[in-house]
């Protein structure tokens, strides 16, 4: 009787260690091994339900009704998820409002949150997608007052 292959190796190009039991990562390159990276889950959702992120999110679509991530590569697609692009999660809880916003679509903001679990935060702006990290948050704050 024939059995379905199992995928038990990290998904990073050249990894062979075995991936971890959340996501198809080894813990090297950003596996999880619960399916919350925090214990405060709850409390990181209900942060989504106030009104302070809801208007944010109504001012954020209005300004850019389009995903910033198809309009670099030349499709037109409706935005539909304000993205945070220095997740608040891996900064603090400050920066959860403190933040750089780009309006995404569903698929263009799953592939950015692949990118965050190994640590490159995009930004696509309008001269191509830009790949950050954790240590440029205070530049990008700075530069974004000025």
Same mark, same amino acid.
């Given at each position: 009787?024939?059995?379905?292959?199992?995928?038990?190796?990290?998904?990073?190009?050249?990894?062979?260690?075995?991936r971890?039991?959340?996501n198809?990562?080894?813990?090297t390159?950003?596996?999880?091994?619960?399916?919350?990276?925090s214990?405060? !889950?709850?409390?990181?959702n209900?942060?989504?339900?106030? /009104?302070?992120?809801?208007q944010?999110?109504?001012?954020?679509?209005? !300004? #850019?009704?389009?995903? #910033?991530?198809?309009?670099?590569?030349?499709?037109?697609? /409706?935005?539909?998820?304000?993205?945070?692009?220095?997740?608040?999660?891996?900064?603090?809880k400050?920066?959860?409002?403190?933040?750089l916003?780009?309006?995404?679509?569903?698929?263009?903001?799953s592939a950015?949150?692949?990118?965050?679990q190994?640590?490159?935060?995009?930004?696509?702006t309008?001269?191509?997608?830009?790949?950050l990290?954790?240590?440029?948050?205070?530049?990008?704050?700075?530069?974004?007052?000025?």
């Amino acid at each position: 009787m024939p059995t379905l292959p199992s995928n038990n190796k990290c998904s990073e190009l050249g990894c062979k260690d075995n991936r971890s039991k959340y996501n198809t990562y080894c813990m090297t390159h950003g596996g999880r091994n619960s399916y919350n990276d925090s214990d405060s !889950r709850t409390e990181s959702n209900s942060m989504y339900q106030s /009104s302070q992120w809801k208007q944010t999110r109504l001012v954020q679509l209005s !300004r #850019q009704p389009l995903c #910033q991530a198809c309009l670099c590569e030349g499709r037109i697609t /409706s935005a539909n998820h304000v993205d945070h692009v220095f997740p608040w999660t891996k900064i603090g809880k400050f920066a959860f409002s403190r933040n750089l916003y780009q309006s995404l679509c569903i698929h263009c903001h799953s592939a950015k949150t692949a990118h965050e679990q190994r640590g490159i935060f995009m930004h696509y702006t309008e001269g191509g997608p830009v790949e950050l990290t954790k240590n440029d948050y205070q530049w990008a704050m700075r530069k974004d007052i000025e």
